[in-house]
């Protein structure tokens, strides 16, 4: 039950992104109630009616929707103005781009006309017994006046330009990630036809949008990016975004970056203190090891990505952490049996933490095996055992004891009442995002004998790297 629960919130929030607004101003749509948006209030009679002729659109014409609608209004003095509009605030019109007060019909009158909505007030009886009192003691009369107000594409939301051109009955989707400049969509099959009017839209509607993308295949397992089409505006993939404080910079279109997570970046960092060690095996361009780097831990951070490796030192510059983090450009398994085993006898010799974080969900569990026996039994060794904390997706009923127990498969050692599972997020329908956190037993991290294990599936580097962001230019 809390799983449905969570996905059906994290499903409306995501639906709704951009249309909660759209429940203040939904008497200005038109189509039939079955076709509506989530988060969407029907109000009749209604206001605004698309054209038909906008229906199956697919090049943007802005002045289609150009229609004039007759609305309530009230003569009101220049001089007691402000005082009736305040008095008036939940009769009057709430239109985007619309202001409500307007001038009277002669030139230079001292009066000026204050827009009413139809659907609250339709005669001088729809007014409420303070508005009325309101009326009396300004002197003003409660007469309406009728006015033809002029409503255009600018003064619609993306959910209602959408609704008016789809195909009626097709499911409306309006929601995107933000990255930067950068509008990433999902689109569904019945929206590709439309989608560079979508692109436009979502361009139009949304101040500092310039280039509005649609994601053309899943996520590539091994560099994590996928391949994407711009749908309007420039082709700049360039993105700089801030996340929890940090700035980062990077080509979107060449590495991993998902704003959903910044939330999980943070409930991780925050585990970690001053002095202690953060080896992380999926830097990608940073996330995790530049905010725990702030904190004055001491960070290893690799990714087998050439592109997120650049980007992981530029951003490493970029907040002045060149000499707190020491990057890589290796296959996980190689980095953890690489660089964490040479670090970690001294660690474990410590009292700070150790921590290894391994986000890369669709295939980290399976890189679990790297940790048996990869040290040599010291018995001084044991004081200060590092911390795990890994990610993986689950499309099972009980996705906490599937990446439990496949976790412990791929260890080699039963986790269960040995960790902690933490949902991060529900990634599609029937698929979930879980991080599992354990300390490494030391029957693993020392056993003698190690199991074959399958080689990875992350290609082996042409040119391994492994430096220090100092030396970097």
Known sequence: MLRFLSRTFESVQSQTKLGFAAVLQSFLFSDSVSSGFIGRTVMEPKLYRPPPEVRGMTSLDKDAFTRTVTVPALQVPTGVLNKVVKSLKKSTLHCPG??????????GSSFRLVLLDPHRVSSASSFSEAEAEALRSFGVSDELQQYDLKLTYDNLKTEEVLEAVLPQGQDVTSSFSRVGHIAHMNLRDHQLPYKNLIGQVIMDKNPGITCVVNKTNVIDSTYRNFKMEVLAGEENMVAKVKENGVTYEFDFSRVYWNPRLSTEHQRVVQLVKRGDAVFDVFAGVGPFAIPAARLGAKVLANDLNPESYRWLQHNCKLNKLES????????????????????????????????????????????????????QPEPTCDRNLPTVHCYGFSKHDDPEADVVQRASRSLGFPLENECSVHFVRNVAPNKDMMCVRFTVPKDVLYCSSQTKTEPSEEPAPKKPKCEDATNLT
């Open 324 to 375: 707190k983090v020491q990057t890589f450009n290796l296959d996980g398994r190689d980095f953890i049996r690489g660089p964490l085993r040479r670090e970690l006898p001294a660690l474990l010799k410590g009292e700070s933490a150790v921590h290894v974080v391994m986000n890369l969900p669709a295939l980290a569990l399976e890189f679990l095996d790297a940790f048996r026996g990869l040290l």
């Open 98 to 107: 619309v202001h409500r007060v307007v001038p009277g019909s002669e030139e």
